[in-house]
């Protein structure tokens, strides 16, 4: 059994008036290489005729980001030319890669009639030899994603990334990654083997569970040691898990602001580039 090294808190960080809480980095996480950065908004309701989302047109590089959308929409927008509208139970994969710019708010007819939203977004490192790929995203609808479910129905998993239980994942990694979103219904329970090998990603959305018979609350992260193979979940209520693990890079890391680089010097490099226009032009 893989031993709990740390639960960590997420932290309570609203942005504007958007109810955001952060489990990584904190106080007492930096990062589970190579699973870098952790954003959770919501739940909130917006009324009508609000503002949705924040995050207009801004740039990224060397990094990638895998958004989660449970309630509500989000809008993208690159300067590669990509565009969508991707609703609740979808998800969306962008790669930054040598470098973009996006945006990502709500669509016009949220803003109009408001609702409920939560979205989550997760950022992945990327090697040293793929920081400077090309610029890519995906975004994909609740029906367009593989799903599968275990304990007779009670245990409901999104595939992402890799392949569970002979079902492949929606998205190819640019890295060996597999990752899911589980539901859980009170009372379903699963377990899953992990190489000790690979960090492990392991947030609670939504709900309680007892982990390795550990009961954590939701808005929890859950650090591994690298010490066993299995993990072994049950729902103490319904509940929302994202899992994910992946073998660490193990490579020097500069994080600041929206770029994700292994040296200082490339991260002036990338804002130098940003500045003369190379990660393209905004036209939106």
């Given at each position: ?228 193979e299995k993990i072994e979940v049950e729902a103490s209520e319904d509940s929302i898990l994202i899992l994910g693990n992946a073998a660490s890079f193990k490579e020097p890391m500069v994080a600041q ?28």
């Amino acid at each position: 059994m893989r031993s709990i090294k740390k639960i960590h808190e997420a932290e309570y960080r609203p942005i504007a008036d958007l109810v955001t809480y952060s489990p990584m980095p904190t106080r007492s996480l930096d990062h589970i290489d190579p699973f870098i950065f952790l954003n959770h908004h919501g739940f909130q309701t917006y009324s009508a005729n609000n503002q949705g989302l924040p995050f207009g047109p801004h740039p990224h590089r060397g990094m990638e980001t895998v958004t989660f959308i449970l309630e509500g929409d989000i809008m993208h927008m690159d300067s590669s030319g990509h565009e969508s509208v991707i609703g609740p139970g979808g998800v969306q994969y962008m790669t930054a890669g040598s470098g973009l710019i996006h945006s990502e708010v709500s669509s016009a007819e949220f803003k109009k009639n408001g609702g409920d939203l939560e979205i989550l977004q997760l950022w992945l490192n990327l090697l040293s030899d793929k920081k400077m790929m090309k610029p890519s995203y995906i975004g994909l609808q609740k029906p367009e994603i593989p799903t599968f479910e275990l304990d007779g129905g009670k245990v409901k998993v999104q595939q992402l990334f890799g392949a569970w239980e002979g079902t492949k994942g929606a998205f190819e990694g640019n890295f060996p990654i597999t990752m899911s979103t589980i539901y859980l219904g009170k009372g379903g329970k699963f377990e899953k083997s992990i190489p000790t090998s690979d960090a492990i990603f392991f947030y609670i959305v939504r709900g309680e569970l007892k982990v390795n018979a550990q009961e954590i609350q939701f808005r929890h992260l859950v650090e591994f040691e690298n010490n066993g193979e299995k993990i072994e979940v049950e729902a103490s209520e319904d509940s929302i898990l994202i899992l994910g693990n992946a073998a660490s890079f193990k490579e020097p890391m500069v994080a600041q602001g929206p770029f994700v680089m292994n040296t200082h010097k490339q991260i002036r490099e990338a804002y130098d580039d940003y500045q003369a226009g190379k990660f393209g032009t905004w036209t939106h």
